[in-house]
């Protein structure tokens, strides 16, 4: 995890995300997440004790509640 806001990581190895600061469990899968805005403007959770900071789209079972526009079963 990063050590203090508004550190900038590298989400999955090529995404720089600069932490805001936040964990929260997620909505959707109830795991730990970390929160930051990438160099765009977006934001982007990942996962929470993971050294590589793999983004939490990638592994949450439920990634697709949070899509616009589209639901889990597609």
């Given amino acids: 995890m990063p050590e203090k806001k ?24 109830g795991r730990w997440i970390g929160w930051g805005t990438t160099e765009a403007g977006k934001k982007m959770p990942f996962d929470h004790g993971d050294p590589m900071f793999t983004s939490h789209f990638a592994t949450c079972p439920k990634a697709g509640m949070f899509r616009k526009g589209k639901t889990d079963a597609e």
């Fill in 6 to 29: 508004g550190t900038v990581i590298e989400v999955n190895g090529r995404i720089r995300v600069k932490w805001d600061g936040r964990v929260v469990k997620c909505k959707g899968c």
